[in-house]
């Protein structure tokens, strides 16, 4: 059975860094799309950012790009979500999931078919 684990959530001010790892258990992650989404209070999960095979295969959503990276261990048994000049609207509980979606779908939650517990992430003054 395919676990995903998310850490490294917390509480940090705004310009802050954070970096968020999700590890596979039961799976080594390296043959299959991983994302990060999150979701705030109230609102609907939102996709953050993917990676296909191979490292330039990557997605990000318009509002972190450029501020985050996503990234795979050597061994590929981890992938990181890399956070750097967070902002309170980046507050959210961060989701890491993996599956085989399309490239139309790699954007929606609908194109994930494992999903782990999530990590909160708090950035206030």
């Known amino acids: 059975q395919v676990q995903l684990i998310e850490s490294g959530g917390g509480l940090v001010q705004p310009g802050d860094s954070l970096r968020l790892s999700c590890v596979g258990s039961?799976?080594?992650?390296?043959?299959?799309?991983v994302a990060w989404f999150r979701q705030a209070p109230g609102k609907d999960r939102e996709f953050v950012a993917a990676?296909?095979?191979?490292?330039?295969?990557?997605y990000y959503a318009d509002s972190v790009k450029g501020r985050f990276t996503i990234s795979r261990d050597n061994a590929k048994t981890t992938v990181f979500l890399q956070m750097n000049g967070l902002k309170p609207e980046d507050t959210a509980v961060y989701y890491c999931a993996t599956g085989r979606p399309i490239t139309s779908t790699i954007r929606t939650t609908t194109g994930y078919s494992t999903w782990g517990q999530g990590t909160q992430v708090t950035v206030a003054s």
């Open positions: 990676n296909r095979r191979g490292a330039y295969d990557t």
């Open positions: 039961g799976t080594t992650l390296s043959s299959a799309t």
